[in-house]
């Protein structure tokens, strides 16, 4: 069972599912709001569609670990799941990056893309090793929350503010 795993991350757990879910509603209203500049832009309409994967991600995979009795198998390939959900719109934002660019330096755009892909590398981590039992994985599932969570409001500020300058 995954209840030795998941032991006392209940409450972290709790609290990502709560935050993702009232970002990912600023997302919605910032997207809505911005809908017409965001349209504009040859890259933004796929990486506003990958901020609100991340944290779509983030509500799902907190709640995976609130889920009683599953084996640490099960919750292991539950997140390994989501974060190959999440991965499919990073990548198709990171290669919208790459085809089109951004205005400014150019390691400004490495900065992007690295970031765009590399923020579920801890989650992949903590799913994998999850799935074989170890419970360090619940910290690179955390880390990967935690640092999925700075890119999403940082791509939030961008859908929000950064547009419309």
């Keep these: 069972m995954s209840e030795g795993i998941v032991m006392?991350?209940?409450?972290?757990?709790?609290?990502?599912?709560?935050?993702?879910?009232?970002?990912?509603?600023?997302?919605?209203?910032?997207?809505?709001?911005?809908?017409?500049?965001?349209?504009?832009?040859?890259?933004?309409?796929?990486?506003a569609g990958a901020t609100v994967a991340s944290v779509v991600a983030i509500m799902i995979g907190s709640l995976l670990v609130l889920l009683p009795a599953q084996p640490a198998v099960a919750l292991g390939l539950e997140l390994l799941a989501v974060t190959l959900f999440c991965g499919a719109f990073q990548l198709q934002a990171a290669r919208a990056l790459l085809r089109h660019g951004e205005h400014g330096p150019r390691g400004s755009l490495s900065a992007k893309v690295a970031l765009t892909v590399g923020q579920l590398v801890p989650l992949l981590l903590g799913a994998l090793l999850v799935c074989v039992?170890?419970?360090?994985?619940?910290?690179?599932?955390a880390g990967g929350f935690l640092l999925m969570f700075v890119v999403a409001i940082l791509n939030a500020w961008v859908l929000m503010v950064e547009i419309l300058r």
């Design 8 to 47: 006392g991350w209940s409450e972290f757990a709790v609290a990502s599912a709560g935050a993702a879910g009232a970002l990912a509603g600023l997302l919605i209203v910032a997207i809505s709001v911005n809908i017409k500049e965001i349209i504009a832009e040859a890259v933004l309409p796929v990486r």
């Design 133 to 141: 039992g170890q419970s360090a994985g619940m910290y690179w599932v």
